[in-house]
């Protein structure tokens, strides 16, 4: 008596183009490709971030002394920018990033 196995028809066996599509399009169906793209997206932001913790780079010291209205200023400008063209969610990284709270912003006139 012969053992029934995994026997796959030439039919059956993928190419490797067709694999990768097929993946691709079950993971993009399953909301897999978002979920690992917000991860690559976050730990990318916490390299960038926190390059001194790797010893890459030295902190930059930035002097604020009488600075901090234009700092308010350009943050603000940025805030408004995201605002208009509907990044979301560039905003809601950019606020906590900032320390600019959203009732704090500035409306542009242009």
Do not use: W
């Not at 599509?21 to 909301?31: E, N, S, V």
């Not at 997206?41 to 009488?66: A, T």
């Amino acid at each position: 008596m012969m053992a029934q196995s995994n026997m796959f028809t030439v039919a059956d066996v993928l190419s490797q183009d067709e694999l990768r599509k097929k993946l691709y399009q079950t993971f993009k169906d399953r909301g897999i490709l978002d979920t690992l793209k917000t991860q690559l997206r976050n730990q990318l932001i916490h390299e960038l971030m926190h390059p001194v913790l790797s010893g890459e780079l030295q902190p930059r010291s930035i002097s604020v002394e009488g600075s901090s209205l234009l700092i308010g200023a350009s943050n603000s400008l940025v805030a408004d920018h995201l605002q208009r063209c509907g990044y979301e969610y560039s905003l809601s990284v950019f606020f906590p990033e900032s320390g600019l709270a959203k009732e704090k912003v500035f409306l542009c006139i242009f």
